[in-house]
């Protein structure tokens, strides 16, 4: 079992619509949890992160944590086009040095 | 005035070579790492780095070495390069351990490099 898992779509989702993207990670250890967006060429970049279990919104995302069921979702509302790109998520613990674990992405296509 | 810079961007080499990819940040951060990020997309941890801890993903060949020169620099230097070795590398920083309202959880951001993508012939 990988450590972090996403389904590595692609999720086609029409313009104005919701995307909804899930990760499960396997470590209980895990203490902080981050979402990342990745074009296609491009180096990742921070969307969100969230270590308490809930909601925590900015903007037109969302990012939801379920420590008892070791679950991170992103939602983004009102997708764009630009949204289009692989999501990554990554846990991290702070005894590991605080170094990241990625699950393999999910690729995202809104179309117009 | 970029953040997180690697050279080459591009790296050609043969089997067997030994090769350097530098890698500068100029956020003042302590925390440097280096990524590969193979040809299905899947970025893989291989070194965390601060002037106090190396810490090494136990799965990164001993042939692969970070070097570092100070604090805004962390080189990655690979001996003997294989065929397998062809990816894209990437360079991140961050600050070293920061703590959320006093209750130990990290939440310092990684700031990436823009990669360089290595290709062993």
């Known amino acids: 079992q990988k450590e972090v898992e996403q389904n590595s779509g692609p999720l086609s989702v029409p313009e104005g619509a919701i995307a909804s993207l899930n990760c499960t990670y396997s470590d209980r250890g895990s203490q902080s949890f981050f979402w990342y967006r990745q074009y296609s060429g491009k180096s990742p970049e921070l969307i969100m992160f969230?270590?308490?279990?809930g909601d925590k919104e900015d903007g037109r995302f969302t990012a939801q944590l379920n420590k008892a069921s070791q679950y991170v979702s992103l939602l983004i509302r009102d997708s764009q086009p630009s949204d289009s790109a692989t999501y990554l998520c990554?846990?991290?613990?702070?005894?590991?040095?605080?170094?990241?674990?990625f699950g393999g992405g999910t690729r995202l296509m809104v179309k117009p | 005035d970029t953040a997180v810079s690697q050279t080459p961007k591009y790296l050609v080499t043969q089997m067997g070579n030994d090769k350097s990819i530098k890698c500068e940040q100029n956020l003042g951060h302590d925390t440097m790492y280096w990524y590969k990020q193979d040809s299905k997309k899947f970025l893989k941890i291989m070194f965390s780095y601060n002037n106090k801890e190396l810490i090494i993903n136990e799965t990164v060949p001993n042939r692969f070495s970070p070097k570092s020169p100070d604090k805004a620099h962390l080189n990655l230097h690979i001996n003997s390069l294989e065929l397998g070795d062809s990816a894209v590398y990437f360079c991140a920083s961050s600050q070293d351990e920061s703590y959320f309202g006093g209750r130990g959880h990290s939440t310092d951001t990684q700031y990436f490099g823009p990669g360089t993508r290595l290709t062993v012939l």
């Open positions: 990554a846990v991290k613990k702070v005894e590991a040095g605080n170094m990241l674990t």
């Open positions: 969230i270590y308490s279990n």
